[in-house]
């Protein structure tokens, strides 16, 4: 051995087994730091994507098409209506043309071939042209100067003459949840697009006396499209909030049954109905968990993507292949949610 080189080497080795024994008392930190989380998008910016998204999609429909849909124009009205009292800039040359098509009395946007013909056989059930095209004016009403032609109290009138002997409306029975599939739900929808009974007429009121009937007799809430629209329309708000906060899932959304996963509808759906009522504040915490679920699944498009399901009365056809409807509805339900965030211009 050197000599002259063994105490710097008894120093190297007395140093290294400190290190050694003090690294081993330190916390373990990966060698690999990790990824940065991905910025949210804050809720205007997500407002804003998703109505450039719903405004290019359905003007493209009602272009293209020819119609108004139950899903695309109607929507569309509603969310540039809402997003206009709460500031937003809106196409208001793009609202005024969707509203017109909508109002005219030609029926040109397809919403009724004809409501005085009946439907063959069973199928006896309110078609959801003329349901989901009043909810475009359930919010903001039509002035009657606005619709010289009456065509809300002839949407209006055939909506009641659907209603069924014990006060409920036949279930739809195309795709859900875009399509109402059980009595509860159809009804809860109808209830909330007829208004409530400081704007009605005397044949209304008692189109809504017997729809709450016979809710008080079978009201369970099955779905949370039911719970939502029981919220919406005015009927055992409380219990209904109550249950959804109870179906809210770990990551903020919710679903459409048990076994699927959240989405941006019924996710959409319940925040809107929750705060527009004002059940909860946007500062609570589910209303909080519901906002951040939707802002983190909004797609670079502006949309929310979605997964069909099969119609209730064809299972064998097995989900849609055109998913445009079912993710436009989810967008629109997402945005009409994020807006309640923004305050109402005075």
């Known amino acids: 051995m050197d000599l002259q080189t063994a105490p710097a080497r008894m120093v190297e080795a007395t140093l290294f087994a400190f ?5 081993a008392l330190m916390p373990f930190a990966p060698t690999l730091a990790s990824p940065p989380a991905e910025p949210q998008r804050d809720v205007q910016a997500g407002v804003l994507s998703g109505m450039s998204y719903l405004e290019l999609k359905g003007l493209d429909w009602r272009r293209e098409r020819k119609c108004s849909s139950c899903h695309h ?22 609202l ?21 013909v009946p439907l063959p056989g069973n199928e006896n059930y309110a078609k959801l042209g003329p349901l989901y ?13 606005a619709d010289p032609d009456g065509t809300v109290p002839r949407w209006t ?16 029975s195309g795709r859900p ?44 809430g099955i779905t949370p499209q039911a719970l939502c629209w029981s919220i919406l329309a005015g009927y055992e708000e409380k219990s209904a ?24 509808q019924t996710t959409g759906h319940a925040l809107y109905a929750l705060l527009s009522r004002r059940s909860v504040g946007t500062d609570h915490p589910a209303a909080v968990k519901a906002r951040d679920f939707l802002l983190k699944a909004q797609t670079p498009d502006g949309s929310w993507s979605m997964t069909s399901r099969p119609r209730a009365d064809r299972p064998e056809e097995g989900p849609a292949k055109n998913l445009e409807p079912i993710t436009y509805f989810a967008t629109a339900w997402a945005v009409l949610a994020l807006l309640q965030y923004l305050p109402p211009t005075p």
């Open 19 to 23: 290190l050694v024994s003090t690294a």
């Open 73 to 94: 124009v109607p929507m569309m009205i509603w969310t540039q209506q809402e997003a206009r009292r709460r500031g937003v800039k809106v196409n208001e040359a793009a």
């Open 96 to 116: 005024q043309e969707a509203t017109d098509f909508l109002l005219a009395g030609d029926n040109r946007a397809n919403i009724l071939s004809n409501p005085d």
């Open 133 to 145: 095209t009043m909810m475009a004016f359930r919010e903001y009403p039509v002035p009657p100067a």
């Open 157 to 172: 009138a055939y909506l009641r003459s659907k209603q069924q002997a014990d006060g409920f409306w036949l279930p739809h």
């Open 177 to 220: 949840p875009n399509s109402p599939n059980d009595e509860e739900s159809m009804t809860l929808t109808v209830l909330y697009t007829l208004g409530s009974d400081a704007d009605a007429d005397a044949e209304t009121k008692r189109t809504r006396t017997q729809a709450h009937q016979w809710l008080a007799k079978n009201f369970k």
């Open 241 to 264: 909030a109550a249950q959804l906060f109870e179906r809210q899932n770990a990551d903020g959304g919710w679903s459409q049954t048990k076994e699927l996963a959240s989405d941006a």
